[in-house]
């Protein structure tokens, strides 16, 4: 079946470093999507992104579609980054289908 | 502005009772509408969709039930709540020709 494996599980940073988060997939792709989780499960948007590369603030997206991985980028980490982060992957022909990784889990020390 | 609304924001339920979560969608017609599900501690699942008024389509069985009224609103149901139902309730919308979901705020349920 469909598959997204999202690395790492969980990541500790000291304030200032750089984190790389990957989503990698198994199936053909036609959406990708990052989110941020709030502690209460509500979610914010990051990126769609479903190839190429985008930017915002500290973060850059970029989806590989022939690599099959997504990737999150976050420089300069500040505590308040810490929570965890969501890729979601629509597989089917028009994206009604949206499959979500596992999350990665980051934690941001001062 | 499009505006989406989820309700209950929470609610404590016994087993055995029904149930029914509801969500509102202003600001956008026609659009595809999602129910995702997510344990504590677990993966969102996509439950149902749906891309017009009538229209349902299952994804993940749970012994719920998905039904789509009117164009701006989509409910989830079951006469009888099971302990593994438990957890967040998500709901989404996507305009038509693409993936980009936006997502209201949650309904969390609890089952004892």
């Known amino acids: 079946g469909q598959q997204v494996q999202q690395s790492p599980a969980s990541l500790v940073l000291q304030e200032g470093e750089n984190a790389e988060l990957q989503c990698n997939f198994s199936?053909?792709?036609?959406?990708m999507q990052w989110f941020y989780q709030r502690p209460g499960g509500s979610l914010v948007s990051l990126f769609y992104?479903?190839?190429g590369t985008k930017h915002s603030g500290r973060l850059t997206s970029t989806t590989v579609i022939k690599e099959r991985r997504s990737s999150l980028h976050i420089s300069s980490s500040q505590t308040t980054d810490s929570g965890t982060y969501l890729c979601a992957l629509g597989y089917d022909t028009n994206a009604y289908k949206v499959i979500f990784g596992k999350g990665t889990h980051l934690h941001v020390l001062p | 502005a499009q505006t989406i609304h989820q309700w209950p924001v929470a609610e404590i339920k016994a087993v055995g009772s029904p149930l029914s979560l509801g969500c509102t969608i202003k600001g956008k017609s026609s659009p595809n509408l999602y129910w995702y599900w997510q344990a504590t501690g677990g993966t969102l699942q996509q439950l149902f969709y749906?891309?017009?008024?009538?229209?349902v389509e299952s994804v993940v069985q749970l012994n719920l039930s998905a039904s789509r009224p009117k164009d701006d609103q989509f409910i989830l149901s079951t006469e009888k709540l099971l302990l593994s139902h438990s957890g967040f309730y998500l709901c989404?919308?996507?305009?038509?020709?693409?993936?980009?979901?936006?997502f209201g705020e949650g309904s969390k349920l609890t089952v004892l």
């Open positions: 199936t053909s792709l036609n959406s």
């Open positions: 992104n479903p190839s």
């Open positions: 989404a919308w996507s305009s038509r020709g693409t993936g980009q979901l936006y």
């Open positions: 749906s891309i017009t008024v009538g229209q």
